[in-house]
C-alpha cells in the first residue's frame, strides 16, 4: 500500500531566537520520554541549529520545558484534547 | 540520527536492570550497595533522567504505614478487601513492613514529604479504613534526587535502548536482547539476573480523545514486562483485572481526590452531590462511577468550588506543579477555575497496572516470578494497589535478592539461534518496499480494545475482538513497513500491544464470573467464589496462545472477619433519613 503524507499540528514549540542548538545543546532532545524532538539545520537567520518537534507523539509531560536551560520550549496541550 | 545502521555488539553484566523509572533506579541502587564488586547495568527505553511514570514527578505517596497512623496487619487486610480477597498477602505484608524504611531512605536523598508543627509525617485518610496518604510537596525533585543517587553509586546507565526479548537457557534467565531507538543496533546483554521494571500496559486502551498519546500512563509504558515476560515463559496474574481509572475528562491525568480530598474536594454528580462514600480508586468505585456516567446524573465532576480561596490555592499549587504540571495549561485554555466550576471528569482507557489494580507478572514476596533468576517490580508485578512507594520498595526487594542470586551463578547458556530469529522478526518491517505504517497497526488494535475489551464484558464481543486482533496480527507480521530507527521502535511497541490485547481478551475470557467492579464486569455472569475465588495465571502455551489456569490464594496472614469482607462493595452514598 502506498504512503500519504498527512499534516499534523505537534504541541511542543521552540522560540528559535532562544534555543542554543547551535551552541551544542539537546537537553530537550535527550530528556523527552517519547523521543519525538530533534535538532535541525537553519536554511536562514543568525542561527545554525534549532531544537523541533519532529513526531507527533507528545504526552505534554514537560521536561523538555522544564530542563530547557534558556527557557526557549513550549509545552502546549495536544489540539485534539485542548 | 533514526537512520538504520546494521550492528549488534554483546555485553556482560551480574544483574540487568530494564527500565530506570521508579522501580529500577531502587533495584539498581540497593543491589550495588549490597555487593560494591557487582557490574550493575541499568537500562531505560528513554533517559533515566526523566524517565517512567514520574518523569515529572508526583504529588505524594499513596500508601505509606508509618508507626503510629497504620499498622502492617491494618494495611494488609485493606488491600485484601479492596482486591475482593484475590491476594497472596505475603507480598503486600513485607511491603507493609518495609515501606517506612524505605520513606527514611527517599528523605535522606532530599524529597520532602509533608510534616505537621511538631515534625511528624502529616499523613491523610484517602482510603476506606485506614490513613496512608503522605502528601509530597516538593514532589517534583524525585527524578533528579534518584539520578544524583545513581551517578553516586556509579550505576552503569544506557539510555535509549529498548530490551524486546528475555534470553534464557538452562531453565533460568540468560539476559536480553536490545535495540537502540535511534540507530537500530543491536545490544545483547548476558546477565545471571535480571529485574524487569517496564512499568504499566498504558497505550492499550484508545482515550476517547482519540490522541494515540494521551494515555493516563505515560505512553512509553507499552507493556514490554508483559510482553517480554510472556515470550520467557513467565506466569502472569489476574489479567482480566483491568486499570480504570476517574480523570479529568480530555486532558487524561488524574483528577486527584488524593491530593484534593483531605482538603475537602470530592467526586460529585452533576447536581453537585457526592455519590461514592470513598474517593480510593477501587473497581467497586470505579463501578459507581460508570453506573452515575451511564444514569440521568452525569457527567461526574471535581467538585472544590465549594473551598475557601486559600484551600484552592494550595491545591491548584500542588497539582500544577507536580506529576502533570501541564493541567494548569488546560484549564487555562478551557477558561476554568477550580474556584468557579466544577471540572469534568471520565472514566480512563483500559490498561494493566498493579499500581492501581492487580495485573501484573505474578512475584513473591522477594519479588521472584516463575522463571529462576527474574524479577519485577512496580506497576508491572502482581503486588495490587503499589503506587509509586511500592515499585521503591519492591524494586529494593528484587535488587537485594537479585545480588544475592548472583553468587552462586554463571551464565546460562542460551541459543544463539533465538537472537537471530528476533534481529529477523525486529528488522521485517525494514526490508518491505511500502506497506503499513506502526501508527495504523497501533490505532486499529487499540481502537478494537475499545470497541470489544472495556467493560462491561460481554463474551461474544472478546471472541470478536479474538478474531479481529488475529487479522491485524497478520498484517503487523507481513506487511508492516517502516522507513527509519524511531518508527522501528514504535513498531516494536506496536507489536506489545498486540501481546497485551490478546492476554487482555484470553484472560478475561477464562473467568467466567463477575469480580473487582467495573474491572473484571462480565455482564452473563455474577461473582462466584464458589469456583473462581482463585488467581488466574496465564502463560504461554506450547501452540504458541496464552493458556490460563487457577491458582489458590495462599492462606493469609492477616485474617479478614466475616462482616469486613465486603467493606468496599458499600460504595454509594444512601441516603440519610433526614434527606428523605
Redesign the interface.
Known amino acids: 500500500m502506498p504512503l500519504a503524507q498527512t499534516q499534523t499540528s505537534v504541541p511542543v514549540v521552540v522560540d528559535d531566537d532562544l534555543c542554543i542548538a547551535d551552541k551544542g545543546c539537546t537537553v530537550c532532545v535527550d530528556v523527552c520520554p517519547l523521543d519525538v524532538l530533534r535538532i535541525k539545520d537553519m536554511a536562514e537567520g543568525p542561527k545554525s541549529k534549532t531544537a523541533f518537534m519532529q513526531y507527533d507523539e507528545c504526552w505534554y509531560c514537560m521536561p523538555c520545558e522544564a530542563d530547557c536551560p534558556t527557557g526557549a520550549v513550549t509545552v502546549n496541550i495536544p489540539y485534539l484534547l485542548k | 540520527?533514526?537512520e538504520i545502521l546494521d550492528g549488534i555488539s554483546q555485553i556482560d553484566c551480574d544483574v540487568l536492570v530494564i527500565g530506570g523509572g521508579t522501580a529500577g533506579p531502587m533495584a539498581a541502587l540497593k543491589a550495588k550497595r549490597k555487593n560494591p564488586e557487582a557490574n550493575v547495568v541499568l537500562l531505560d527505553k528513554?533517559?533515566v533522567?526523566?524517565?517512567?511514570a514520574i518523569?515529572?514527578g508526583m504529588d505524594g505517596l499513596n500508601n505509606t504505614i508509618i508507626p503510629g497512623h497504620a499498622t502492617p496487619e491494618q494495611y494488609t487486610k485493606e488491600i485484601t478487601i479492596a482486591n475482593d480477597g484475590i491476594v497472596d498477602q505475603a507480598p503486600i505484608y513485607r511491603y507493609a513492613q518495609g515501606c517506612y524504611e524505605i520513606i527514611q531512605e527517599l528523605d535522606s536523598f532530599g524529597i520532602r514529604f509533608q510534616k505537621d508543627q511538631n515534625g511528624e509525617y502529616d499523613v491523610k485518610k484517602v482510603h476506606h479504613i485506614g490513613t496512608y496518604v503522605l502528601p509530597m510537596p516538593n514532589g517534583d525533585t524525585v527524578k533528579k534526587a534518584l539520578y544524583r543517587q545513581l551517578r553516586k553509586a556509579r550505576i552503569n546507565i544506557s539510555n535509549?535502548y529498548m530490551a524486546t526479548r528475555l534470553l534464557t537457557g538452562e531453565g533460568r534467565i540468560a539476559g536480553a536482547i536490545c535495540v537502540n531507538?535511534?540507530t537500530a543496533e543491536f545490544l545483547v546483554v548476558r546477565a545471571k539476573a535480571v529485574v524487569m521494571c517496564l512499568g504499566a500496559a498504558g497505550r492499550l486502551g484508545l482515550?476517547t480523545?482519540?490522541?494515540?498519546?494521551?494515555?493516563y500512563e505515560?505512553?512509553?509504558n507499552t507493556g514490554e514486562g508483559y510482553s517480554m515476560a510472556y515470550h520467557a515463559g513467565a506466569d502472569l496474574a489476574n489479567l482480566e483485572c483491568y486499570q480504570i481509572n476517574p480523570l479529568i475528562k480530555?486532558?487524561?491525568g488524574p483528577a486527584c481526590a488524593y491530593v484534593a480530598g483531605p482538603m475537602g474536594g470530592y467526586t460529585a454528580n452533576a447536581e453537585g452531590e457526592r455519590f461514592i462514600e470513598c474517593d480510593y480508586w477501587s473497581g467497586q468505585m470505579m463501578q459507581e462511577f460508570y453506573d452515575e456516567l451511564q444514569s440521568g446524573k452525569g457527567p461526574v465532576y471535581l467538585k472544590l468550588n465549594h473551598l475557601a480561596e486559600e484551600t484552592v490555592a494550595e491545591i491548584e499549587r500542588v497539582l500544577h506543579i507536580v506529576e502533570?504540571?501541564?493541567r494548569g495549561?488546560?484549564h487555562k485554555?478551557?477558561g476554568t477555575d477550580y474556584r468557579k466550576q466544577m471540572i469534568e471528569m471520565h472514566i480512563s482507557e483500559i490498561g494493566f497496572c498493579s499500581g492501581h489494580s492487580a495485573s501484573g507478572v505474578f512475584v513473591d514476596e522477594n519479588a521472584r516470578t516463575s522463571v529462576q533468576g527474574l524479577y519485577a517490580a512496580g506497576d508491572m508485578a502482581n503486588v495490587p494497589h503499589n503506587y509509586m512507594l511500592g515499585a521503591f520498595t519492591n524494586g529494593a526487594f528484587a535488587g537485594l535478592d537479585a545480588v544475592d542470586f548472583i553468587k552462586d551463578v554463571d551464565f546460562a547458556k542460551f541459543d544463539h539461534g533465538d537472537v537471530e530469529a528476533e534481529r529477523n522478526r525486529v528488522l521485517a518491517p525494514t526490508k518491505r518496499d511500502?506497506?503499513?505504517?506502526p501508527n495504523q497497526i497501533e490505532f486499529k488494535t487499540r481502537r478494537l480494545v475499545n470497541d470489544y475489551l472495556q467493560p462491561p464484558k460481554v463474551t461474544a464481543k472478546m471472541e470478536t475482538a479474538q478474531r479481529r486482533f488475529a487479522e491485524v496480527r497478520d498484517d503487523m507480521q507481513n506487511?508492516m513497513?517502516v522507513q527509519n530507527a524511531?518508527e522501528l521502535?514504535?513498531s516494536l511497541e506496536a507489536s506489545t500491544i498486540m501481546d497485551c490485547a490478546e492476554m487482555a481478551a484470553s484472560a478475561s475470557l477464562y473467568r467466567t464470573e463477575s469480580r473487582w467492579g467495573l474491572y473484571h464486569n462480565r455482564v452473563e455472569y455474577e461473582k462466584d467464589d464458589e469456583n473462581w475465588f482463585c488467581h488466574t495465571l496465564l502463560k504461554k502455551g506450547e501452540n504458541g496462545l496464552p493458556e490460563s489456569r487457577k491458582q489458590d490464594v495462599k492462606p493469609y496472614i492477616v485474617e479478614i472477619e466475616d462482616d469486613e469482607k465486603d467493606a468496599y462493595d458499600k460504595q454509594r452514598v444512601q441516603p440519610t433519613e433526614a434527606a428523605e
Open positions: 540520527m533514526d528513554a533517559n533522567k526523566r524517565s517512567g518523569a515529572m535509549r531507538t535511534r482515550p480523545s482519540g490522541y494515540m498519546y494521551g494515555t505515560n505512553p512509553t480530555d486532558y487524561n502533570r504540571p501541564t495549561h488546560f485554555n478551557r511500502d506497506g503499513i505504517p506487511a513497513y524511531h521502535m514504535r
